[in-house]
């Protein structure tokens, strides 16, 4: 029985009654493992994930994050995807298939390093091969002056011009209509005289038309240079000498005034003006 006190309260008046037995519930119910992931997606986000399941990915995702309401998009795969696992070791996630026959497949141990850097890439110039190349493509005398500049080296370390090529007043006698048949060039005597390019010694000698000590090397195909007034010369007739080599010494000696070098260009016996080959 119960009693109701003033405050409305009801006391029991009489002992309690007996407690249910508890049930003991030894039946397993089916959990929904996708449950927890549908909750912590968004409906944006699972509108994303359908598109890109069911073959609309690439656009519904592009469009999506054209008007802000995706924030990641899912492309197509370029190159394999790499992802971290648990371990913190890198694992091929995805790889994409080249299709047969498009690219050969190319095989590497697992510890070989690759380097993409790019070799440096240096040329220079050849001028014996510029040379060579002119001598050979065309005759000799069709050679333009645009084309054979820069083809032979300096004779000398030093260029400094005492008498152009042509039309002078003669140093020797004053008068006026000598040709000069080369080009002069400041030079000590006993200064290093260098071959102009390769090629082989046809003269070494003295020469009886005023040329003094002189030295003629032909390079083929008509060219030759000619080296005069030297004080001596260093190489024999016959003897193959390159480019820049020590052929001889200057001087002073033959129809000279002074120590110098009388450089000389001849193509098929005729004299050019040798600025037009240096």
Known sequence: MTSQNVRGRRRASGPAAELRPATVVTEI?????????RRRKSPLRQVADFAAASGVGQKAGVALAATGLALTVGLPATSPVMATSESGQTESALAVAAPTGSQPEVSAAASAKIDFSRAAVATSADPDGKLKQLLSAQSTESIQRASSVGSMASPLDTLTTASPFG??????????????????????????????????VTFAGWHEYGGGNR???DHGNGLETTYN???????QVGQTVNRGDTVALSGTTGASTGCHLHFEVQVNGEVVDPMGWL
């Open 167 to 200: 039309y002078r007043i003669s140093p020797l006698t004053g008068g006026a209509g000598d040709f000069h048949r080369g080009q002069d060039f400041v030079a000590q005597c006993g200064t290093a005289v260098h071959a102009a390019a390769t090629g082989k």
């Open 229 to 235: 007034h030297l004080s001596s010369f260093t190489v």
């Open 215 to 217: 030295v003629v090397v």
């Open 29 to 37: 119910r089916p959990r929904d493992t996708e449950r927890q992931v």
